[in-house]
């Protein structure tokens, strides 16, 4: 499947609330509250999972869905800041680049 371009995808999520009439619920709150829950429902996905046991077909079918919910969020959020998630993640790699962590190794 070929890359979808952002201004693409942005564009169709758009579409999709305005048709839906939900912009006025698009508050940067009220979607960072669905994006949370939503971040839940990823985890949910590994409770009780031994981290050596591997995933169903179906399993990492549902985690994909499940990040698509958690990226669509981040998206409407990223549009109401207006920028673009890859301007996020470079930005916040850039500092990382320069972080320093230190781990205990015991």
Known sequence: MAD???SQVIQELR???????WEKYHTLPALAR?????????????LWQDSRQFFSDQQIADLKLELGD?????YYMCDQLGVT???????????NVHRH???DQD
């Open 4 to 6: 979808l371009d952002y």
């Open 15 to 21: 579409d999709f609330r305005h048709q839906r009439g």
């Open 34 to 46: 669905a994006l949370s829950v939503e971040v839940a429902e990823v985890n949910e996905l590994f």
């Open 70 to 74: 958690v990226l669509t969020y981040a």
């Open 85 to 95: 998630p890859n301007e996020l993640v470079q930005q916040k790699h850039d500092i």
């Open 101 to 103: 962590w230190k781990f």
